[in-house]
């Protein structure tokens, strides 16, 4: 069975740093698109940042503004950073790969930034 396994998360201060990680089994996450995913309280899911690596790749990253994804296919996993947090950053961070109709998602992580 494909299961998306999420680490990281927690209480975590506004102007610090976050990572949280994902790593699957039964599939090469560089095969998929992978995207961070975030459900502030209240809202809907929303999409936090994605990339598409190429296949052929041991390793990807992508960086725009305070968010950073790096994907390491030697150890299929897949990581978010934020910097300078903020109190909006808050919410439940969800790991996402997706390849045409198939779509496996993480169990979600609660991130809490604190003032």
């Known amino acids: 069975q494909v299961r998306i396994l999420q680490s990281g998360g927690g209480l975590v201060q506004s102007g610090g740093s976050l990572e949280l990680a994902c790593t699957a089994t039964?599939?090469?996450?560089?095969?998929?698109?992978v995207a961070w995913y975030r459900q502030a309280p209240g809202k809907e899911r929303e999409l936090v940042s994605q990339?598409?690596?190429?296949?052929?790749?041991r390793t990807a990253s992508l960086r725009k503004g305070r968010i950073s994804l790096f994907l390491d296919n030697t150890q299929n996993t897949f990581t978010l950073r934020i910097a300078n947090l903020e109190l909006e950053d808050t919410g439940i961070y969800y790991c996402?790969?997706?390849?045409?109709?198939?779509?496996?998602w993480g169990q979600g992580t609660q991130v809490t930034v604190s003032s």
């Open positions: 990339m598409t690596p190429n296949i052929h790749d």
């Open positions: 039964l599939i090469q996450l560089n095969a998929y698109t």
């Open positions: 996402n790969a997706q390849n045409g109709p198939t779509s496996w």
